[in-house]
């Protein structure tokens, strides 16, 4: 006698069926049993890697895998990323970055991967302005302080930035370009470096992030005078935004995303985003993030970031080759 099949045999088939023909044909991956590596492409200690530490207990738990930060820097992010770009596209490995991404690739000789082709983008997490300060000592009390002085003395004062072609640099560039004056641009090796002269009164000005310059304003060891978001910040609400300024639509932005190895399954994709983003929603992790390194969450999957991308690379591209600018 043989067995009549129930409605419920009938409906689990239907849903069995096409999910085995899916797996023999490989379109379904297995998520990774062993440890998931988050790339750094910058040494301990910077923006990069505060977030991918504070985020590595909670993605720990919900994928349920060992995360291991591994911090390669070198040449100005892109062997990180490189790094990443060559890595297989199974899960295992992803990369954290921030605005360096859209600037090397035309600002760094014979990149040994292309940007756009080789990593995929995963998650968009956020964005912050550039601040431009002054020493209390110098006599500026505005950017218009600063364009008039500039206007009477070209080449004369002196602005600090984390690095030739770095973000702050570009953007004080892009600033000076809009106010009609030349200022001299102080490259260091890091952000570092450049805040801690700015706070020594070795330099007139200093270009940073709002993160970085923050706890410094704070303490009045500087004096903020401009900043390059759209809309002013809650802890400096006194500060022009360059838009206000007379700037109309200037926006000059460092951001931070997730990126993956070309190829990586969709679904491998979408579990790691969506771990990340709700890591990053936790109030402990949103809170101690936003205090901490002043970001604006924008949190956005795959198409919000490669948009976002591409319009950072034409931005950037522009100004690099506008004003001959090389990296160090």
Known sequence: MGIVPTRRSVLLGGVVAPLAA????????????GPIRIVVPFAAGGSIDMIARVVQPGLQQRLGNVIIVDNRPGASGSAGAAFVAKSPPDGTTWLLCFDSQAINPFLVPNLPFDTEKDLDPVLLIGTGPHVICTHPSRPYRSFADVVADAQRRPDVITISNGGAGSAA???????AKRAGVRLVHVPYRGGGPSLN??????????????????????????????????????NLPDVP????FGF?????????????PSGVPKE???RFANALADTLRDPPVNRQLSETLQIKFDIGGRDRLRSFLATQMRTWGAVVRENDIKAE
């Open 169 to 175: 640099h570009l953007t004080a560039t892009m600033l």
């Open 197 to 234: 002269d700015a706070v020594a009164g070795h330099v007139d000005l200093i270009s940073g992030t709002v993160a970085a310059v923050s706890g410094q304003v704070s303490a009045g060891a500087l004096r903020p005078l401009l900043q390059t978001g759209l809309s002013r910040l809650p």
């Open 22 to 33: 899916r797996m023999a044909a490989g379109q379904i991956s297995s998520w990774p049993s």
């Open 268 to 270: 491998i994709s979408d």
């Open 241 to 244: 935004t360059a838009d206000e």
């Open 248 to 260: 109309k639509g200037f926006e000059a932005l460092t951001w931070w995303g997730c990126f993956g």
